[in-house]
């Protein structure tokens, strides 16, 4: 049984850091892609980072969080990080934690097969 578990969803003013972490049971991980999704009231999902299966591979970000998002991943502790810099109110929304990669575009939410519950994030102008 997969279970993925989000953590670090706070409330920040603008202009703060915030770092999120997804931590798997059942799942490894290791050698194994992951994205990063959102969603705010209102909208769709949409995604903020993918993480490739190996180090070697392209981490990709959302035009409206890059140079101000890092995705990571421990092996050893089995969890992956969203370090969030320079947070803007637009970045408020419930982040999750996706992975098991199905195929098709990695920025698409039918792409995963396991998700988490969720980890809320405000961000005060």
């Known amino acids: 049984q997969v279970q993925l578990v989000e953590s670090g969803g706070a409330s920040v003013p603008a202009g703060g850091s915030l770092r999120l972490s997804c931590t798997a049971s059942g799942y490894t991980f290791r050698g194994n892609s992951m994205a990063w999704f959102r969603q705010a009231p209102g909208k769709e999902r949409e995604a903020v980072a993918h993480?490739?299966?190996?180090?070697?591979?392209?981490?990709y970000y959302a035009d409206s969080v890059e140079g101000r998002f890092t995705v990571s991943r421990d092996n050893a502790e089995n969890t992956v990080y969203l370090q969030m810099n320079n947070l803007e109110s637009e970045d408020t929304a419930m982040y999750y934690c996706s992975a098991g990669f199905v195929g098709g575009l990695i920025f698409s939410p039918e792409s995963y097969e396991y998700w988490g519950q969720g980890t809320h994030v405000t961000v005060s102008s």
């Open positions: 993480l490739p299966r190996f180090s070697s591979g392209t981490t």
